[in-house]
């Protein structure tokens, strides 16, 4: 696995995504992956000084991890993870990368831990903990009430509806449950974070009066 075979692969699932995901994914879609998880990835990889290797396998990763919504939208991780499986061979990957990669994506999954949704990356495993920071990194960004509100959507058509206030308030609670896992990712979204959390529970109280 090497560079030039990362970037061929890079064309054939962005390909991939741009033909066949639905049309009702506000928030999953291609720019989700091509635009924002993918190179946030790489800025954090980079800043917290991972090798090159690791760094390619961080991106592909990062490219897979949302593949499963061509198919199924919830528990999609394991349509990603067998996606891998299959495609990956064809560019150059080890098993054994294969394997690594594999172990990255799962990491994006939300479980439940004590009542509360959350990413559960291996504290010991760097990879991980990026790839969890970037797919969330627009809880931190200027853009995250637009990027909620694409997500609020979808959800909606995905059989789970949420009216602006109650979205707000279950907004209000993944933010304050959620912590970024990667000092780099502390440094770039902490703040934006806290003043979305703030104008939150601004827009809250003043539903509530």
């Keep these: 696995m090497n560079e030039k075979n990362f970037w061929a692969l890079r064309e054939y699932v962005l ?13 999953h879609r291609i720019g989700h992956t091509r635009d924002y998880v ?35 939208y919830f528990n999609n991780e394991k349509i990603a993870i067998k996606f891998a499986e299959d495609i990956l061979p064809h560019f150059g990957y080890l098993p054994y990368e294969v ?26 495993d760097i990879l991980q903990k990026i790839i969890c920071d970037a797919d969330l990194g627009y809880l931190g960004e200027k853009s995250f009430f637009v990027i909620a509100e694409n997500l609020r959507k979808e959800l909606n058509e995905h059989g789970n ?5 109650s979205w707000m308030e279950k907004s209000l609670e993944f ?3 959620h912590h970024y896992f990667t000092s780099s990712a ?3 979204r902490d703040y934006g974070k806290k003043e979305n959390i703030k104008n939150l529970e601004r827009l809250i109280s003043l539903e509530d009066n």
Excluded at 16 to 27: D, I, T
Excluded at 46 to 60: D, P, Q, R, W, Y
Excluded at 161 to 165: E, H, L, N, S
């Design 186 to 188: 502390r440094y770039l």
């Design 175 to 177: 933010q304050k449950n």
């Design 99 to 124: 394997a690594r990669i594999e172990e990255i994506i799962f990491a994006t999954k939300l479980e439940e831990i004590d009542g509360k949704k959350v990413q559960n990356p291996d504290p010991h």
């Design 161 to 165: 509806y949420f009216d602006i206030p």
């Design 38 to 72: 993918l190179p946030f990835a790489e800025v954090l990889g980079n800043s917290e000084g991972v090798s090159n290797n690791n760094l390619l396998l961080l991106k592909t990763a990062a490219l897979i991890h949302d593949v499963g919504f061509l198919e199924e």
């Design 15 to 27: 390909e991939v995504l741009e033909k066949g995901l639905p049309r009702n994914l506000y928030y």
